[in-house]
């Protein structure tokens, strides 16, 4: 009996289901960074030594940088701000590299412009359990090590000083381009790949998969749902191969 | 050269490594003896190692508890009981610990402490949740407990508390397995508290740890948050530890108190052992209902789209070069 199927058209079918996956969960992430900024009381993260200038949600760290509701205000209590180092615009990517003596800023409106000061970082174990009353301190959490999700890098900061929001410096995401670029590249490797792929008999499946996934990136950017889904199956399947 | 010759090489070589790490291995031990028998104030120095010896210590450590939830399963053909004792002997100076809560327990028949042991029941096939609650007593208690003691031993067994700051006890949850084999250890947790106050009359900083930690462990919470995990204590071992300044005695910051959770095993994926169950790893002391919370998934990795796009080269490689 003949496999109706290439074999290497089926690695290669699934290997763009899978990468089309990663970059479902990218798109996703633009597509509702760009709803959740247009608030006028979005609060702001700014730390100059590493670039961030990220806005803050506390609906679902999915759309980046998210502050644990259970947590105090600035300036009051224990913040505690959660990032990913990974996908999702990776707005904690260089979390690693803040040093003892760096300035973190909280843009918070009804609070003012709080200032911290990083004063040590901790490894634990994804596990861990954050305590919530902790003094006057920020805690900055990502994963540890980059693109793992076994430990969590904890940045402790002190709390400086509160002054008053009078001109935000901070402004809205304006990444959502970048999700069209996810999509143009997928489409155009894709296309690519069907032109010059040497298995004639099996390029119209490659051109029709490359269509198929693109429609759905387009979709999730237009009608965007929430990606836990898929990233707990990536997650497991990770975890099953031991990779 | 022959095959022969070779070997004789390499065994002499062999022997004279093996000569080395031996003399090597002699001078640990003795600098070992070596920090906790020596006379006050004088450092002991053998070998490669300098250890550090107190002239007196100005931090007391008091309430030191364990509260210990161990599940544990009968894989025998006949009834077992898990043991505790109350009294751990055989230590100088010796480290008392009170029982003070033993659900579900007997006390057993023939206890090797005068005092008694308690013991859980348990039936062949049967797991059962063991849980118990110590607190320290005596020299190193709350009678009262110095953190450095100037004759302390190093050692290296439960529970002994060697000079906190400086070094750790640890011990091995699973040693009950060896003990008794018919006794298989599901799960381990427990939660320590202690607290560190200064005596002196000026301010003092430095490193505290965990007087107590588990082997193959992880540290599921702590209050305050450590300030980082050492693991060049014992092989395996996560030891809390925590930088901290405390203000003179007899002032409002003079003391501070710690709590932290370890749970074995160390492997596995410690996010589903914790769902729904945080409560039981992160004690509420407060009249608020929630103190912890749980960590966010913060990263995806990445080996799965490194695979992938391995998968679609490979598949072009193929189709164009091989098929």
Known sequence: ?243 | MNFSKNLIIIVFLLAIISAFTFADALNTVSADNSSGGNSVGTPGTTGSQTWIAYNTSNVQMTQLTANITVIIKNIGSHVEYFKISQIYSGTTPPMNFTVVSHPGAVMMIDPVNPEGDWGWEIQPGETKTVSFKVDASGVMGNDPGWIGNPNAVSNTSWPLIPDMGLYTSWFMPDEIQTLNPDLQLKSWIGIFTFTATNLATYPVAGIIRGPIIPTASKLTYSNPLVTFQDTSIAPETNVAAWNIHLTKAGSSNDHESFIYTYQWPLSGNGSNIGKGTSSVFAPNNSTNNTTTVPSQNTGIPYGLLALAAVMVTAGVVYAKFLR
């Open chain 1, 1 to 243: 009996m003949k496999f109706p199927i290439k074999l290497p058209t089926v690695f290669i079918l699934v290997g763009m289901f899978i990468i089309s996956l990663y970059l479902l969960i990218e798109v996703d992430y633009y597509s509702y960074s760009v709803t959740l900024t247009s608030s006028n009381d979005t609060p702001y993260v700014v730390i100059p030594s590493i670039g961030v200038n990220e806005s803050i949600n506390n609906k679902s760290i999915d759309y980046g940088v998210y502050y644990e509701p259970l947590s105090g205000l600035p300036g009051e209590g224990t913040v505690i701000l959660f990032g990913h180092r990974t996908l999702h615009g990776s707005p904690f990517l260089n979390l690693n590299q803040l040093k003892s003596g760096d300035d973190v800023f909280l843009e918070w409106p009804g609070v003012g412009n709080v200032e911290y000061t990083v004063s040590n970082s901790t490894i634990v174990d994804a596990s861990y359990q954050i305590p919530l009353y902790q003094g006057n301190t920020l805690f900055l959490i990502t994963c540890y090590p980059i693109s793992s999700d076994t430990q969590r890098l904890i940045i402790g900061s002190k709390y400086d000083n509160t002054t008053p929001l009078t001109n935000p410096t901070s402004k809205p995401n304006s990444q959502s381009s970048d999700a069209f670029l996810i999509i143009a590249s997928l489409f155009g490797g894709g296309m690519l790949l069907g032109t010059f792929y040497p298995v004639k008999e099996d390029k119209i499946l490659i051109f029709m998969a490359t269509i198929a996934l693109t429609i759905l990136l387009i979709y999730a950017y237009f009608f965007p749902v929430p990606t836990d889904g898929v990233e707990s199956l990536l997650t497991n399947i990770n975890n099953f191969l031991s990779l």
